[in-house]
């Protein structure tokens, strides 16, 4: 194993950390098409997390496969962002494992975006620069970290003026350039909690297609949390339902609808049938006791 790892934490992006990565050789960075490489397993093991007298997680067991869109979904107060707060390293675990094809959680590229899209860009930089930090914090050479970017922005046709500061961008555009910031370091994984839930209506569904066109345009592995069932649905390869604290599994249900998933989707009757489905169990586990 390589030993030269840098790692970037939230501490290093301040409040509002775009990338948790490892990169030995950061100028060999680049965006793969080829999903290969993504297809092994993640695998929790004994997870345990409580706060106060409170038990969320006790002894939680999990395997998903990599290289698929995963949308997480349950009651309230389950533990939906406290699951991925810990399996991406933002949260510490009070016991188990959580390996990425074998590799612990360090030793694995992940990038998160938040759903506070505000407080989680830097105001004092352009958006541009807000992109190239991951970048710089890896020490990535300034030519490769242009090259880079510019080769991020020409696969995603971004229309957006990049050289203005975030706090004069719509919402939309702002999570726009936090995702980009997220996808720069070419993540094996990306998590995603709630990032639509501080837009409107008419932006969330626009960006609902955007996350489409990048899950497959690279095939990452992607993890959402979501409060929407139905965007829940409408985004994953498979919903992962889980129960009251201290939680378990539901179920991981499997949502084998063509891509991409257009807001017409959503009325089909196979659609509508996956999402009753998933809402019979949610309403099985907020019944529970």
Known sequence: MNSNVARITTGDLKDGGAGLSRSSEPENVTLKDEASTRRKMISIRGLKKSFGDVSVYDGFDLDLQQGQFISVFGPNGCGKSTLINMISG????DAGEVLYDGQTISETKISYVFQ??????????????NIH????????PKKQREERVAQLLADFEV?????????????GQQQTVSILRALVTDPEVLFLDEPFSA?????????????QKIYLKTRTTTLLVSHDLEEAVQLADKVLLLTRRPTQVAEIVDIDL?????????T?????DLKRHCLDVFWREVKAT
């Open 268 to 272: 089909d009757n196979r659609f509508v």
């Open 258 to 266: 063509d891509w991409p998933r257009t807001t017409q989707v959503t």
């Open 159 to 171: 229309k957006i003026d990049l050289n203005a500061y975030p706090y004069t961008l719509s919402g």
């Open 116 to 129: 506070n899209y505000r407080e989680a860009l830097f105001p004092w930089l352009r958006s541009i620069d």
């Open 133 to 140: 930090y991951p970048l710089k914090v890896m020490g990535m």
């Open 90 to 93: 933002l949260m510490p675990m």
């Open 199 to 211: 837009l409107d209506f008419e932006m969330t569904l626009f960006m609902r297609e955007q996350i």
